[in-house]
């Protein structure tokens, strides 16, 4: 091309003002390219290290066998991800800086049919999916089904909270479940709006409850412990804030603790909680509460009966304390927005009354 050739053999001082300007830019390119792999370095480094810090709730750190197979998988798979994401950016890098449009560069000619090219980059992902489907299958054979003679818990999940029946003793409970150590427990799922998905990233993978169906597994711990679970799947804006909580008990201290929660509520001796329980019957809470031993199966909020022996509130978006309860029925909406909690215009006696009677309910 005449331009090209014109423009290599001419070196007026403009034009190495102009190599200098256009040097400048690529040191800058470089810079600014050095600084991203920086923070992309350091964001990948930092995401599994959080992820691995010793908490209730890690995907990292499975308790039972298939919950420590799953994690196995996901790790592989992450690592499998992570090879072929710094090969193909690093192509990409390359490229871009390798065959980067320099001054005088005419229009490059296309390339067609780079037949061993295409082959590799659709046999290599091939194989890869193979391999992931081969070795996901006795991930798969690890979530066994529940022997016939399990203790059963039901699990049905509302927006936004957890309900946990246990037909055996006629108890109930919310947000978080006891289960003995060491024995498997069938798990029924159901839902009592839309679809959520049961979720302890220490004990098993997910399952979904869904609307008008029943689907049954197994859960199982090995040792004693709290365990972090969430809801995994959007049911709308408190999505985030459903969160659940097993207890894994021996089996005498689970059998108190079921024992005690299908006792009826205890009657209050305190007059402020006294006064609490009867504002608390003028409001309609029970409308939605149910607070007694008659266990209402239609029961549309948490069951009451014995919120004052949970370490939570609000599905998990609270310590059970009575301050914590006290914002929590002054202002719902405050602290977790969208909820189907309505806000109560209760002055600062009447609320610490009821706050008083319900904390009491053991
Ligand atoms: Cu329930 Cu997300």
Redesign the pocket.
């Known amino acids: 091309m005449p331009g090209v050739a014109k423009q290599a053999c001419t070196s007026s001082p403009r034009s190495s003002r102009e190599s200098m300007s256009q040097r400048t830019r690529i040191g800058q390119s470089y810079h600014h390219a050095r600084r991203l792999g920086a923070i992309l370095a350091v964001l990948l480094g930092l995401v599994p290290t959080l992820a691995l810090a010793q908490h209730p709730g890690s995907v990292f750190d499975g308790a039972t066998p298939q919950a420590r197979s799953i994690s196995d998988y996901f790790v592989l798979v992450l690592i499998l991800a992570a090879v072929v994401f710094v090969i193909v950016e690093g192509l990409l890098v390359y490229v871009l800086l390798r065959f980067r449009a320099r001054p005088g560069d005419g229009r490059p000619r296309p390339v067609f049919e780079k037949q061993h090219l295409e082959i590799t980059w659709t046999v290599i992902p091939i194989l890869l999916v193979a391999l992931l489907f081969v070795l996901m299958l006795p991930v798969m054979g690890a979530a066994e089904d529940a022997p016939p003679d399990a203790y059963t818990v039901t699990a049905i ?1 509302h ?2 909270w957890w309900e946990f029946r246990y037909p055996e003793q006629n108890a109930i409970a919310a947000n978080e479940m006891h289960i003995p150590v060491g024995e498997k427990i069938r798990l029924r799922l159901q839902s009592a709006d ?1 679809i ?2 049961f979720w302890i990233p220490r004990l098993n993978g997910k399952l979904d409850l869904i609307p008008g169906q029943t689907n049954e597994w197994v859960l199982e711990a090995d040792t004693p412990g709290e365990y972090m679970g969430q ?6 804006v408190q ?1 985030a804030w ?1 969160l659940l909580r097993v207890f894994a008990q021996p089996r005498p201290e689970f059998d108190a603790w079921v024992a005690q929660q299908a006792q009826p509520a205890a009657a209050p001796t305190d007059p402020t909680a006294q006064q609490g329980a009867e504002i608390f019957r003028q409001q309609a809470c029970g409308n939605c509460h149910t607070i007694s031993g008659s266990h209402d199966p239609g029961g549309v909020a948490p069951n009451l009966t014995h919120v004052g022996s949970r370490t939570t509130l609000a599905a998990g978006a609270l310590t059970n304390t009575a301050e914590n309860m006290r914002r929590w029925i002054h202002n719902p909406q405050d602290i977790k927005p969208g909820a189907n909690m309505p806000t109560f215009k209760l002055s600062d006696a009447e609320l610490n009354a009821v706050v008083t009677y319900l904390e009491g309910l053991k």
């Open positions: 999940g927006q936004f839309v959520h998905s809801c995994a799947e959007l049911c709308g999505h459903m």
